[in-house]
T-cell receptor
């Protein structure tokens, strides 16, 4: 079955370290998204991609970067982790039509000490 | 500024006690309104999409409705397994292609 996976599921790191969270989907979806979820804020968009080699900033993109070298993967990199980036991170994908449904991965819980 | 507000923040029901969750929105040009269910430690699971005022969709004990300013998620005779956080999201014309704006969610607890 087609799916969207994230790894690792849990990560503890130290302030200042570079961290990369993986997202892989097998639906052949054009669009991929990264969100963070914090209590009281709901899901906030970090970066998104409409296809290979395309990346765009969301509302909370500072300190994060993404790259899209193929259809299946959109890794999220924290250049220099900060305690404010402790959160749960979700990856999502959608087919790429004008209005269509985003399907979410299981999430990665990141703790920055 | 586009905004989505969900109420109440938390709701406790007895099994069989029907109720409604509210999602109000102020956006420029609604393209679609989405409801998701999220269980603890898991990613959001898609429930419904509504596109225009007056539209309704049903799935088991859940029914979603849409007006020009808000959406309701009606839960009829809930069971303990309906306990979860319910998220509302809108896709707006001003937000760009296919981007969603989420509310903070309603945490629903159904007790036997």
């Amino acid at each position: 079955d087609a799916e969207i996976t994230q790894s690792p599921r849990h990560k503890i790191t130290e302030t200042g370290r570079q961290v990369t969270l993986a997202c892989h989907q097998t639906w052949n979806h054009n669009n991929m998204f990264w969100y963070r979820q914090d209590l009281g804020h709901g899901l906030r968009l970090i970066h998104y991609s409409y296809g290979v080699q395309d990346t765009n900033k969301g509302e909370v993109s500072d300190g994060y970067s993404v790259s899209r070298s193929n259809t299946e993967d959109l890794p999220l990199t924290l250049e220099s982790a900060a305690s404010s980036q402790t959160s749960v991170y979700f990856c999502a994908s959608s087919l790429g039509q004008l209005t269509d449904t985003q399907y979410f991965g299981p999430g990665t819980r990141l703790t920055v000490l | 500024e586009d905004q989505v507000t969900q109420s109440p923040e938390a709701l406790r029901l007895q099994e069989g006690e029907s109720s409604s969750l509210n999602c109000s929105y102020t956006v420029s040009g609604l393209r679609g309104l989405f409801w998701y269910r999220q269980d603890p430690g898991k990613g959001p699971e898609f429930l419904f999409t509504l596109y225009s005022a007056g539209e309704e969709k049903e799935k088991e004990r859940l029914k979603a409705t849409l007006t020009k300013k808000e959406s309701f998620l009606h839960i009829t005779a809930p069971k303990p397994e309906d306990s979860a956080t319910y998220l509302c999201a809108v896709q707006a014309g001003s937000g760009g292609y296919n981007k969603l704006i989420f509310g903070a969610g309603t945490r629903l607890a159904v007790h036997p």
